[in-house]
T-cell receptor, first 113, second 116 residues
């Protein structure tokens, strides 16, 4: 089946620190990969996505590269801010049948000033 | 603001009751998805509609049903509610292109259901 495994938090960093949140996937087919972010009390927002191998998604200083050989899509940011505190979800969608998103369990990030 | 609206924002009800959650997709989006977010199960896909027709079912209980109306809004009906149904219910919509698995799904703010 299709599944996503991401590092479980919580992750606590100081402002301007480097962030990596690991995400690996298993898919029967060729997936599209997504990172969504959920701020406290809000719904999920798309942060970035990549739809084919070696694609790099980027947005608001966050980046992730679709690595087919390692089945990974790790999220990185060079310098986090307090406003980046949120829960981050890695997800995939596979061609064929439903286009449902399969989510990882989420990683809670807290950035301290 | 994603453009997806959900009502109500909060719902508190008792076991055994029935509730209806409503979702309006972004203008032009034909697909609507329902997801359940709970502490123990995480984010789980429930059901998808495309242009009024059911397209896929996930981990949706038989006590739950949904439909999409001609104006493309959708309703999720939850009946015979149990304590374990307490969760955040999200609706998402997407435009649905030819390469559907690459489409971005836009999420609403969610309905928090509390069953007492």
């Amino acid at each position: 089946g299709n599944s996503v495994t991401q590092m479980e938090g919580p992750v606590t960093l100081s402002e301007e620190a480097f962030l990596t949140i690991n995400c690996t996937y298993t898919a029967t087919g060729y997936p599209s990969l997504f990172w969504y972010v959920q701020y406290p009390g809000e719904g999920l927002q798309l942060l970035l996505k990549a739809t084919k191998a070696d694609d790099k998604g980027s947005n608001k200083g966050f980046e992730a590269t679709y690595r087919k050989e390692t089945t990974s899509f790790h999220l990185e940011k060079g310098s986090v801010q307090v406003s980046d505190s949120a829960v981050y979800f890695c997800a995939l969608s596979v061609q064929g049948g439903s286009e449902k998103l399969v989510f990882g369990k989420g990683t809670k990030l807290t950035v301290n000033p | 603001d994603s453009g997806v609206t959900q009502t109500p924002k909060h719902l508190i009800t008792a076991t055994g009751q029935r509730v209806t959650l409503r979702c309006s997709p972004r203008s032009g989006d034909l697909s609507v998805y329902w997801y359940q977010q709970s502490l123990d199960q995480g984010l789980q896909f429930l059901i998808q509609y495309y242009n009024g027709e059911e397209r896929a079912k996930g981990n949706i209980l038989e006590r739950f049903s949904a439909q999409q109306f001609p104006d493309l809004h959708s309703e999720l009906n939850l009946s015979s509610l149990e304590l374990g149904d307490s969760a955040l219910y999200f609706c998402a919509s997407s435009v649905t292109t030819y390469s559907r698995w690459t489409d971005t799904q836009y999420f609403g703010p969610g309905t928090r259901l509390t069953v007492l």
